[in-house]
């Protein structure tokens, strides 16, 4: 692995100790044998039988646990106990002890509790020992080749049985439980490694320790250790194996001699010898291991190097005096070499780490490094824009756009498009811009601009597939505009079809294309909201082109729409008669536009638009619009043709039409500015604007027309003479006949009075006396006649008064004798009781039943005046009908008289 870079991770520094007092042991000075670590504390053991807890100061306290020297130490991961192997006293022979102590609990002497101790059976030295995590099986390797099991619940079983389940063969040089991952349930898998191969143990009980030789080589002592995620690592000369519960995993090539491993994070640490120290260490007759071959290696300088295994790089790298152990805490890894001397490595932080890695150019290591280290996307993407800046200022554009790639998403993508826009390298920012895309980033400028990109290289296979085969992650109105306007017309459309863009694909046929057909089938195709609003934007410029076709569509979309199939667009051709467009109506919904909205588009197109109204006059279309702009087509034709009475004949058979519903008020106005006699004068007739017909008249000094309408009229509006009359008085003309036909209607009705007749002709210095002689004869003897009437009946009220009045002044001043000798009602004689009213009847009190204070033969005569009295009372207060009475008497004075004298004054 030569080409592994070399970095430095880590700070080196000699470890000072913290001594409380002088009786404390100093680490330095200890011959030490084996350590271990976990749970906040360094544990070492030495050749008195001593194990020793270093805190984070290296401060330390110990006690002893044997009589002789510590051999091996095992720290639990999850429960705070302590696995030991040393030599007590002589009473155990040369057998070596296995303890296990509750460091969360103390003796009498204030050690920690010891809560199992067994003896080996076997006086042979332990090489290894491996623990599973809940104490149910310890296993101890020994120098012979032999593994002992030991099984059972160490805290109650007062007996703890010992089993060999392995014959002496090659020393044990290394072991450790395996993880065992997936759906099968095998239990533990003890992994164990000998001088001469490696083996693996099934130690559940259903599996009655099953071995298998997974490798014919196996490792030397201090080559073996486990990963913190239970896998199996091997040292050998020629390489470092990585082992699963089949066998051999992956391999990493370091060469030399390997003295001790370690496993710290995910660095392997390995401590060797330089290949001229191996070479030197190592003579013919011994092997690896061996006491000869130690005792040797510890002369020697060792090298140490930390290896990342997954990011391929060596983060530290240094020669040591003599490293005799090697343990990691607190995320340092501590060395501890022959003389005594405790180094310690700290790893860096990564930031530092990465800036060291940017220094020397090493991207691809930092960019591995931030996923390791589980940084954030938008840290890592930093990263792969450092990376791209170095490679785009060396000029290696493609291999930046590689890693400019790696930073969409968090990069503002401006910063790559600027450096890319130079014509030469349009085909990586081609590649940029499309992944911008394809990640549903991009905006309309990008897409202008990926667009533009592919006009620009002409290639129209990339534009193809861009446009195509991409499932809307661009802008489609953008894409439309740049396509249309680099000419790639068919991808315009294409687009627009695709996405329903319906505006930009008409406008595209008609304004780029001049494919007016194919628009306006195009558009039966659409539904009627989109066929609608595109007629009125385009209908102009399509019945300027289409008129006959583009006039039968709007005759369908304004009576019953319906939209034609998709297949159909080319292959169905269009009707040819206009009486083909109304066999749709009444079938299936009817959605109908107005008519009047798209009489704008035949603003040069006067006989289509004729025609179209027409169709919608006949569908008993009822917008007074249309009709209004009917009936000035009507009028306008009529006005080019000629002025002739005969030419306007069409014009008011459609406005006499009982059906026409026409704005009357327009219809006058048009009437009116094409100087329309016949028009005008219906108009004023339907509107029953009376005056304005005698007045037009007037203004066209038509006698006889006025004398005609005053007799239509003056049915209706008797004071139409009135005004002919005051017409005739002041006119300069003989008008003789004309007057005296007017006066005899006047008399016929009585409409004025003879003195105003009279002021009102003598304004007319022609008209004379013989004009009106008649006349006023006739009218003297009329009022003659009424007034010898009006005395006459003034006299018999004033006689009838008078008696009257005689009459209540005697019934008030003098006594009434009542000479009635029958009752008035039953003509029987009168005999009391009787009753006698002041009107001279007298009646039996019997013949009166109820009513005793009303006669009965005067009663509803008087009730009757009662009620003609009260009735002009109320009457009396109804001013509305009052002037109704007024406008429709013949004699305005008789109806004032009359309600005066119902007291309306009063």
């Known amino acids: 692995m030569n080409n592994w870079k070399r970095f430095t991770f880590f700070d080196k520094e ?337 930031q530092t780490k990465l800036e060291t890695l940017f220094k020397k150019h090493s991207y691809l290591v930092a960019i591995d490094l931030a996923k390791s280290q589980h940084y954030d996307n938008s840290s890592i993407a930093d990263v792969y824009r450092k990376y791209g800046d170095h490679l785009y200022t060396k000029g290696d554009y493609d291999g930046a756009i590689t890693q400019y790639l790696c930073t969409i998403g968090q990069l503002e993508p401006s910063y790559v498009i600027r450096k890319f826009l130079d014509a030469q390298r349009i085909h990586n920012l081609t590649s940029y811009i499309q992944a911008l895309h394809e990640k549903n980033l991009a905006n309309a400028n990008h897409t202008t601009l990926l667009l533009n990109c592919y006009t620009k290289l002409k290639d129209v296979k990339k534009l193809d597939h861009f446009i195509k085969t991409d499932s809307g992650t661009f802008d489609v109105e953008t894409a439309i505009k740049v396509c249309r306007q680099a000419g790639y017309y068919e991808h315009a459309l294409f687009l627009a079809s695709k996405n329903n863009r319906h505006e930009w694909y008409l406008k595209i046929l008609l304004e780029d294309l001049s494919e007016h057909r194919k628009a306006l089938h195009y558009i039966q195709t659409l539904e009627f909201e989109e066929a609608d609003k595109n007629l009125k934007k385009y209908g102009k410029t399509l019945v300027s082109e289409l008129p006959d076709e583009t006039t039968r569509v709007l005759m369908k979309l304004c009576t019953d729409y319906q939209p034609i199939p998709t297949n159909d667009l080319f292959g169905r051709p269009m009707t040819d008669t206009l009486s083909t467009v109304s066999s749709t109506v009444g079938l299936g919904t009817k959605l109908k536009a107005a008519p009047e909205e798209f009489i704008h588009i035949f603003v040069s197109q006067t006989e289509w638009l004729v025609k179209f109204l027409e169709y919608m006059i006949q569908q008993n279309n009822d917008s007074p619009m249309v009709y209004n702009t009917m009936l000035e087509l009507y009028l306008r034709e009529d006005q080019q043709r000629g002025s002739g009475s005969d030419k306007k004949e069409k014009a008011y058979e459609f406005l006499t039409n009982p059906k026409a519903k026409f704005d009357q008020d327009h219809a006058m106005i048009l009437a009116q500015v094409h100087n329309w006699k016949q028009g005008i004068l219906y108009l004023y007739e339907k509107l029953e604007l009376f005056n304005e017909i005698i007045e037009y008249h007037m203004e066209n000094n038509d006698y006889e027309g006025l004398i005609r309408a005053c007799k239509k009229y003056g049915v209706k509006d008797p004071n139409l003479w009135v005004r002919a009359l005051s017409y005739f008085s002041i006119t300069k003309q003989d008008c003789k006949n004309e007057i005296v036909e007017v006066l005899a209607n006047i008399d016929r009705d009585n409409l004025i009075p003879p003195l105003l007749v009279i002021q009102i002709l003598s304004q007319n210095k022609n008209t004379t006396l013989e004009v009106i002689k008649e006349y006023i004869t006739r ?25 009257m009045r005689n009459e209540i002044t005697d019934l008030r001043s003098n006594a009434k004798i009542f000479q009635q000798s029958k009752c008035n009602f039953c003509q029987s004689p009168l005999d009391l009781p009787s009753i006698h009213f002041l009107c001279s009847h007298s009646f039996h009190q019997r013949c009166l039943s109820e009513n005793e204070r009303e006669c009965t033969i005067c009663g509803p005569n008087n009730r009757r005046f009662l009620e003609i009295k009260k009735n002009q009372s109320d009457s009396a207060i109804q001013h509305d009908q009052f002037f109704k009475s007024l406008r429709t008497s013949p004699d305005g004075f008789t109806t004032v008289s009359e309600y005066f004298g119902k007291g309306i004054l009063s």
């Not at 009498?108 to 101790?117: E, F, M, S, Y």
């Not at 164990?192 to 083996?199: E, G, M, R, W």
């Open 779 to 803: 009218r003297l003897s009329q009022e003659t006649l009424q007034i010898d009437k009006d005395y006459s009946q003034i006299k018999q009220f004033a006689d009838e008064t008078e008696k």
């Open 14 to 350: 000699i470890v000072k100790e913290s001594v409380k007092d002088k009786d404390e042991p100093s680490i330095q000075k200890l011959s030490i044998t084996c350590t271990t670590s976990g749970r906040g504390r360094l544990i070492i053991g030495d050749q008195e039988g001593f194990i020793y807890f270093v805190d984070r100061e290296f401060r330390n306290t110990s006690f002893q646990a044997y009589q002789q020297n510590v051999l091996l130490l095992h720290q639990l991961k999850e429960r705070n106990f302590l696995c030991s192997v040393g030599y007590d006293d002589k009473s155990y022979g040369q057998a070596s002890v296995l303890k296990v102590w509750n460091l969360d609990k103390t003796d009498k002497n204030d050690n920690p509790l010891c809560v199992r101790a067994i003896k080996l059976e076997k006086a042979i030295s332990v090489t290894c020992i491996a623990v599973l995590e809940d104490l149910s099986q310890i296993m101890v390797g020994l120098s012979d080749g032999e593994i002992i099991a030991i099984r059972g619940d160490i805290f109650r079983d007062k007996t703890i049985k010992q089993k060999s389940i392995r014959q002496p063969d090659s020393p044990i040089t290394g072991m450790g439980f395996m993880n065992t991952k997936g759906p099968s349930q095998t239990g533990p898998v003890l992994f164990a490694v000998t001088t001469t191969n490696v083996l693996t143990y099934y130690t559940a009980p259903q599996f009655k320790d099953q071995e298998s030789v997974i490798d014919d080589e196996g490792g030397d002592f201090g080559s073996f250790i486990m990963s913190d995620d239970g896998s199996p690592i091997i040292a050998r000369t020629d390489a470092i194996y990585f082992y699963n519960i089949d066998g051999r995993g992956p391999c990493f090539g370091f060469q030399g001699i390997k003295t001790k491993v370690l496993w710290f994070r995910s660095y392997l640490v390995v401590v060797g010898l330089e290949n001229s120290q191996a070479n030197n260490a190592l003579f013919p007759g011994q092997s690896f291991g061996s006491p000869s071959q130690q005792n040797q290696i510890n002369k020697n300088n060792n090298i140490l190097n930390i290896y990342d295994v997954k990011n391929k790089y060596i983060g530290f790298t240094d020669k040591f005096d003599s490293i005799s152990h090697i343990a990691s805490e607190w995320g340092s890894i501590f060395l501890f070499s022959a003389d005594g001397k405790i180094y310690q490595l700290e790893e860096k932080d990564t």
